[in-house]
């Protein structure tokens, strides 16, 4: 049996080798091989990963890029009134955490909420507080928080803690409900804490009426009178879209009931 020079070279086509002095060369060629465009398998980029590794080059994934981006802003954002929010959280899973995680300092921060919410002149009055020193008030909140970290009454009731509100982690509304009815003061602190939106919207509305306000000649207005005036304003802007809402809802609603008059044979006449 004779095989053919392709066969003999591994497949190497015959019209690619020539013959010079009883030496066989192949051609080259400035085409790509086949498996050029081939992805390496997963030993070959471990291989090339531990290389790397070896000569010192650092790796950076997203997760951490995303810890330490929170690690530069960890002060402005762990603040107290977020301990607070977390601390009274009926999330379930941020009430586990914050039983397990809950210390010293954070009860501090705690305490300093309490005490900003509750200093003379009250931002709302609550008469069962009138008669009550600051440093009283403090201690019925520490009471009753401490009655909430062990679901001991008046927080001993399984379903509230299986409610809806509860499990979507709506915690205003689930102290409305079973805090502020039967407490003094940590169902006012906790509705207060956790009934205020998280996020960048009211940064970008407050800046945004900054910006309205400082034209012209009021470009030098600064400190509290430019945070007052930026209230102001952005309520206004607030309150403004809030009636075009119910116009428009109102309009809707006018429109539905005036089709709900006439009838589909009314409809169809001619």
Request: charged fraction near 35%.
């Amino acid at each position: 049996m004779v095989l053919s020079e392709s066969e003999i070279y591994g497949g190497t086509p015959a019209s690619a080798i020539k013959d010079h002095d009883n030496k066989i060369e192949p051609e080259f060629s400035d085409d790509k091989p086949e498996d050029a465009d081939l992805e390496p398998d997963d030993e070959d980029s471990e291989n090339e990963s531990s290389a790397r590794e070896e000569e010192g080059e650092e790796f950076t994934l997203l997760g951490d890029s995303v810890a330490k981006a929170w690690q530069n802003r960890r002060i402005k954002l762990d603040h107290d009134w977020a301990i607070t929010g977390w601390a009274l959280s009926v999330m379930p899973d941020v009430y586990k955490d914050a039983r397990e995680r809950l210390t010293g300092n954070h009860r501090d921060a705690i305490g300093y909420v309490v005490r900003k919410l509750m200093t003379y002149p009250y931002p709302n009055k609550f008469p069962d507080l009138l008669d009550l020193s600051e440093d009283e008030i403090v201690d019925l909140f520490w009471d009753k928080f401490k009655a909430f970290c062990k679901k001991t009454a008046p927080f001993d009731k399984p379903a509230r803690w299986n409610s809806e509100s509860a499990r979507l982690g709506k915690s205003w509304i689930w102290h409305e409900k079973y805090s502020r009815p039967h407490t003094k003061v940590l169902g006012i602190i906790a509705y207060e804490v956790t009934s205020k939106n998280l996020g960048m919207g009211p940064c970008e509305r407050n800046w945004g009426g900054v910006k309205g306000i400082k034209t012209g000649n009021k470009v030098r207005i600064c400190g509290e009178s430019i945070n007052k005036r930026a209230i102001i304003y952005t309520s206004a802007l607030v309150d403004e879209a809030r009636i075009r809402k119910e116009a428009k809802e109102r309009m809707r609603m006018d429109a539905k009931e005036c089709s709900m008059i006439f009838s589909d044979d009314d409809m169809n006449m001619k």
